[in-house]
């Protein structure tokens, strides 16, 4: 049967199990590949490499090996691969919103594999491809160092107690400033009340040495 077709027949079959209501149920077609996390990929370009599919499948879950396959003696793609998931339930998204759709000009199909067999590594592989087969294309977790986070966490509390003092100092001083104007200001008015009220007295005297 032509691949295409193939591909056209599995998306009837998840339309069928929206319609059904038995999408995401032990009643879906899906539910026969509940033990296997891997998945086929064919009609790819040939010029895809392992790095282009990761990028477009990676959208549904964290892909953690893949297998594209290559002619054994011109290491050129073949046009299929076999990828496999971190959490089977991606293995679902994947075939039901990839299958059918289009990459790089060619209409890809995306199955499930009930069981699949890891190739056994091969003398003339290069250290890229072995690599891979051996430890997978998942991200490594970051190794964190319980010292590293306790100085970091020292270093935080310094600088914020150091903050909070200059805050401290800043409110402090402001509000010195504040009660030294204040007091200046007083001295200011006396001073200036003093000569009037001097010359009202003078002035008073006068008069009554006058009279």
Not at 110 to 136: A, C, F, R, S
Not at 193 to 199: A, E, F, L, Q, Y
Request: proline share 3%; glycine share 6%.
């Amino acid at each position: 049967m032509n691949p295409i077709t193939i591909a056209k027949n599995l998306k009837k079959m998840t339309e069928r199990d929206l319609e059904m209501g038995t999408a995401g149920t032990s009643a879906s077609w899906h539910n026969m590949y509940k033990d296997s996390a891997w998945i086929f990929v064919g009609g790819l370009d040939y010029d895809l490499t392992e790095g282009d599919i990761i990028t477009v499948f990676s959208q549904y879950g964290e892909v953690v090996n893949i297998n594209l396959i290559r002619d054994r003696n011109t290491g050129k793609s073949k046009g299929f691969a076999f990828l496999c998931y971190e959490d089977q339930r991606s293995t679902i998204l994947a075939v039901d919103n990839l299958n059918t759709i289009k990459v790089a000009g060619k209409i890809i199909r995306v199955d499930h594999v009930e069981q699949y067999k890891v190739p056994k590594l091969k003398e003339d592989m290069d250290e890229e491809t072995l690599k891979l087969y051996n430890e997978g294309c998942a991200p490594k977790p970051v190794m964190i160092n319980p010292v590293q986070i306790k100085h970091e966490k020292e270093i935080k509390q310094e600088t914020k107690h150091k903050k909070s003092k200059r805050s401290k100092e800043k409110k402090k001083k402001h509000k010195k400033h504040r009660r030294s104007a204040s007091s200046s200001s007083s001295r200011s008015r006396s001073r200036s009340r003093s000569p009037v009220g001097s010359k009202s007295r003078k002035d008073s005297h006068d008069r009554h040495r006058r009279h």
